[in-house]
């Protein structure tokens, strides 16, 4: 227990350290140097950050539950990323740059109206708050307490252990967004990253070489001939992820996760310039490609291990693993990685969600000729608040029917869909006008919510996703024309600086590989 202390906090202390000396001598107190790292991060820093607000214990616990019970199939949820961040980076990325956005919402009003951009991150800011902090706040706890057995070695039930964990993890969480802005965020998640993926990998690695007596690759054949289904990355159309669904709403879903999402984009609007931005979304292309083999190869090596037995409760696999492989003295490292993955995520979407607040709620509503300095404390306080809610809510997540990561993907539906519908209805076309945005914005909402929760349509909810785009698009253009409007499309070029040479030749090669994963599996 002592080698397990000494690995967690050294770890943790050394990414307290590493930030509060790159950001000693910063000025954290301007909206640009608060929100967007003073527009100074490097393609490598911002694949790292991406990387881990992606990645956190919703993917390590959920993830690996969902391959430990569906199979190599739900791969389709990572390998698919890459192509969406190819899009992003060469096409909606020197959008944003150009135009000088700090938020997502700004684009919407230059395109649509001021109503739209208030909808659009109102509804951003209680996505934030229901679905995505809760859920990482809670697989966090989760993994934490069975590393450490916290409810045993306290002597207090696992509620009150969890509890507990769920409240530790939301205070140093927020530390990071609050007081170091993002600039303190995506130097932290460097470092965790770095972590993320050395002990993430150490586990598979460690399990096949058990499993094979020495031999990695004879682990992984006895893996495979124990459960050759669960190698099939195409499956039926009855599986949880059919293949099908890559060509409805998985892409879409993709498309706005990794080019129209505040939380990750953010990172890219805080680059030195545009080549940086398009370097950190292809590097992250590339992680996405490898990352399965963190977050989906440990759930199909833990079939072999304990078959069925905890098919009910598929989220609690992973720990499970972890505990049987890792050596007694790295537990403590790992439970530290696991920390910062939490942390990142949590802490970059609370900066995201102050930044929507600040941005496109408050200053255009509210208190239009605030002060930069006051505008950072209002964004403080506002992450804050919502870290408090995220605590309050985190337990309510527990017993996810089909696992936490399913259950995430389904409530992001009901907002992530209608908004990258208005998004790319004011990116691809010129006949959907504001009162369109509005109606396709709502009506997305209600079509979801209807079909997905309350009424059974039998229809897989990905499905669901590109049916509603459709419709979205067809409600949309139908008002646009019964109600039009004078609203003139304005765009004003902010910074021209000049793309990376080799985006494009990158872009295809990611393509390719991504192409090739699934003819090389199927």
Not at 168 to 178: D, F, P, R, T
Not at 256 to 266: C, E, K, L, P, R
């Amino acid at each position: 227990m002592i080698l397990t202390l000494i690995g967690f906090f050294g770890f943790t202390l050394a990414v307290i350290l590493f930030v509060w000396y790159r950001l000693k001598n910063e000025n954290l107190s301007s909206e640009k140097g608060y929100f967007l790292a003073g527009k100074s991060l490097t393609g490598p820093v911002i694949a790292a950050s991406m990387l881990l607000t992606n990645i956190s214990t919703e993917h390590l616990i959920g993830m690996n539950g969902n391959s430990y019970k569906n199979g190599i199939i739900v791969i389709a949820w990572e390998v698919t990323s890459a192509i969406a961040l190819v899009i992003a980076a060469l096409y909606f990325l020197p959008r944003y740059i150009k135009m000088g956005l700090t938020t997502i919402p700004e684009y919407l009003e230059s395109r649509f109206d001021s109503l739209t951009r208030t909808l659009v991150a109102s509804f951003l800011m209680v996505s934030f708050v229901v679905t995505l902090l809760p859920i990482v706040l809670y697989s966090g706890a989760l993994n934490l307490e069975s590393i450490f057995d916290i409810s045993v070695n306290l002597g207090i039930s696992q509620t009150e252990g969890l509890w507990y964990t769920v409240v530790v993890i939301g205070l140093i969480g927020s530390a990071y967004a609050i007081f170091g802005g993002l600039k303190a965020v995506a130097y932290s998640d460097t470092l965790n990253g770095i972590g993320l993926l050395f002990c993430g990998l150490l586990i598979p690695v460690l399990a096949l070489w058990q499993i094979g007596d020495g031999s990695m690759l004879t682990g992984l054949n006895k893996v495979y001939e124990f459960a050759p289904e669960k190698f099939n990355i195409i499956g039926s159309e009855d599986s949880v992820l059919p293949f099908s669904v890559l060509f409805t709403g998985l892409m879409i879903n993709q498309l706005y996760f990794w080019g129209m999402n505040q939380t990750i984009i953010q990172r890219a609007l805080g680059a030195k310039n545009l080549a940086e931005a398009q370097k950190g979304l292809l590097y992250t292309g590339v992680l996405k490609i490898f990352i399965p083999l963190v977050i989906v190869l440990p759930g199909l090596i833990a079939f072999y291990y304990f078959q069925t037995e905890y098919y009910d409760n598929p989220d609690i696999i992973y720990p499970l693993l972890v505990k049987k492989v890792l050596p007694a003295g790295l537990t403590g490292l790992f439970a530290a990685v696991i920390l910062g993955a939490v942390l990142s995520t949590f802490n970059s979407v609370l900066n995201s969600a102050s930044t929507i607040f600040c941005f496109d709620l408050y200053k255009k509503h509210f208190n239009k000729n605030i002060s930069e300095a006051k505008l950072v404390i209002t964004g403080k306080w506002v992450a804050v608040i919502l870290a408090v809610f995220s605590i309050v809510a985190a337990p309510l997540v527990a017993k996810a029917p089909e696992g936490l990561y399913q259950m995430l993907q389904q409530l992001n539906g009901i907002f992530f869909i209608p908004i990258a519908s208005i998004l790319m209805a004011g990116f691809f076309t010129k006949s959907v006008n504001a009162n369109g945005a509005k109606a396709g914005l709502f009506f997305g909402f209600l079509f979801y919510i209807l079909t997905t929760f309350i009424f059974d349509s039998g229809i897989h909810f990905v499905h669901i996703w590109g049916i509603e785009f459709v419709l979205n698009f067809v409600i949309m253009i139908l008002v646009s024309k019964q109600f039009p409007t004078d609203k003139v499309v304005v765009e004003l070029v902010k910074d021209v600086s000049k793309p990376w040479k080799w985006a494009n030749v990158m872009g295809l090669v990611l393509v390719i590989i991504t192409v090739l994963i699934y003819y090389l599996l199927s």
